[in-house]
């Protein structure tokens, strides 16, 4: 495990008989074992099928004979605010957490590791078992995953939309990602608003970005010789440059302004993504 620990659990939705679930990136992220609890007690070994990092999904196919009961993947596309949902999780008993509740936004949402995506869901009551667990609407069917905690009081959940999964399924299934979309440039910061731009928070050890020379605590301000006013932005700004070009970003550090340079890389080199042996 590169990233975030050598163990972590959390929901997901069996949507095809054959087995195969749908759940966040981050839980299966460089994943070498996979155990799944099913809620009749038995434990199943799954496989990573894939991972789409963009919108932050992953698929796992459940090993053994099926077919599986599986749930239904809706329409997500006409979702609007007040309509009423459920967040069906399980907690790490293994127990059922079913929050009621409705959506309250639907906007775009930019998180600090190279994030975002246009269309996000807010929903409440929050779900403390929210990491993978699926979205229903009030026919059942799957609009949306679970992603995220969001907020202090009240606290709310993050779910991303299904259409973001059900328009690249097929691909993400048979290849472990979707090759027919260019990969997103990636340099490896975590970034958050700041007063003058945007602070690095953190760097990623294995991307470009550390091999470049940035540090915790940098503010970038430009990249190549445009102004960075938040996240979003920068995030614009880094994904409209060529993949794998050079990319010039002033930063500011003591008080005093340097100019680094990095050379943008596919995360998907850099991380298990898939069951399939690297190519």
């Known amino acids: ?14 949507f095809d008989p054959a087995g195969y679930a749908l759940t966040v990136s981050y839980v299966l992220l460089d994943a070498e074992i996979i155990q799944v609890a099913l809620r009749d007690g038995r434990r199943v070994p799954a496989t990573l099928i894939g991972l789409d990092l ?24 006409g979702v609007a605010v007040g309509d009423t949902t459920a967040t069906v999780g399980v907690d790490a008993d293994n127990d ?20 975002m995506i246009d269309r996000a869901f807010i ?30 009081r009240p606290v709310v959940n993050l779910a991303i939309p299904i ?3 059900t ?4 691909e993400l299934i048979s290849r472990g990602r979707v090759m027919s979309r260019r990969p997103r440039p990636w340099i490896g910061v975590y970034v958050f608003p700041g007063d003058h731009g945007v602070v690095v928070g953190g760097v990623s050890p294995v991307g470009p970005a550390r091999q470049a020379g940035f540090r915790r605590g940098d503010t970038i301000v430009r990249i190549n010789g ?4 938040s996240p979003e932005e920068f995030y614009r700004r880094l994904w409209q440059t060529p993949f794998g070009e050079e990319i010039t970003l002033v930063v500011l550090r003591e ?12 995360r998907y080199r850099f991380f298990r993504t898939t069951g399939k042996p690297p190519e």
């Not at 445009?226 to 006013?229: A, L, P, R, T, W």
């Open 1 to 14: 495990m590169l990233t975030l620990g050598p163990e972590r659990w959390g929901g997901g939705v069996i």
């Open 123 to 152: 929903v409440a009551p929050y779900n403390p078992a929210f990491g993978g667990s699926p979205l229903v609407n009030v026919r059942g069917e799957v609009i949306g995953i679970t992603s995220l905690r969001l907020g202090d």
């Open 163 to 165: 259409e973001y999964f």
């Open 167 to 170: 328009a690249t399924k097929d």
């Open 255 to 266: 008080s005093r302004l340097h100019v680094l340079k990095v050379r943008s890389a596919d």
């Open 96 to 115: 059922l957490v079913v929050a009621q509740g409705s959506v309250r936004e639907v906007r775009s949402f930019a998180g600090y590791w190279e994030y």
């Open 226 to 229: 445009e102004q960075v006013g």
């Open 54 to 77: 963009e919108p932050g999904l992953g698929v796992i196919k459940l090993e053994g004979e099926g077919p599986w009961p599986a749930a239904p993947l809706g329409d997500s596309s």
